[in-house]
């Protein structure tokens, strides 16, 4: 299995810039792509970005131009550089693993999640 733990969330005005980074370990070698989640209170968990192996980077139209995804893959790191926040990017963000090299099954290959950083963007 693969372990992520999420870091660099916080309280930031609008206009204001965080870095969220999100570190794997275990079988590494079976992430195929990484995802960015976010959940607002009394939202539904959403899709924010995606950095895959084979076909780049994807964004969410709500944080295009905003949001860059980056990786260091020496580290097994994932990064979610965040400019521009604004207050209804506020959210605790994920970062999830898709385990497809290892696992056909839906929860082998999405369930590896972190433990979420909470991001606050203040008006």
Known sequence: QVQLVESGGGLVQAGGSLRLSCVASGDT????????????????????????????????????????????????????????????DTAVYYCNADLRRCFSDYEGRFGSWGQGTQVTVSS
């Open 29 to 88: 070698s079976c992430i195929d792509a990484m995802g960015w989640y976010r959940q607002a209170p009394g939202r539904e968990r959403e899709l924010v970005a995606a950095d895959t192996s084979g076909s780049g980077t994807h964004y969410r139209d709500f944080v295009k131009g905003r949001f860059t995804v980056s990786r260091d893959n020496a580290k097994n790191a994932w990064y979610l550089q965040m400019n521009s926040l604004k207050p209804e």
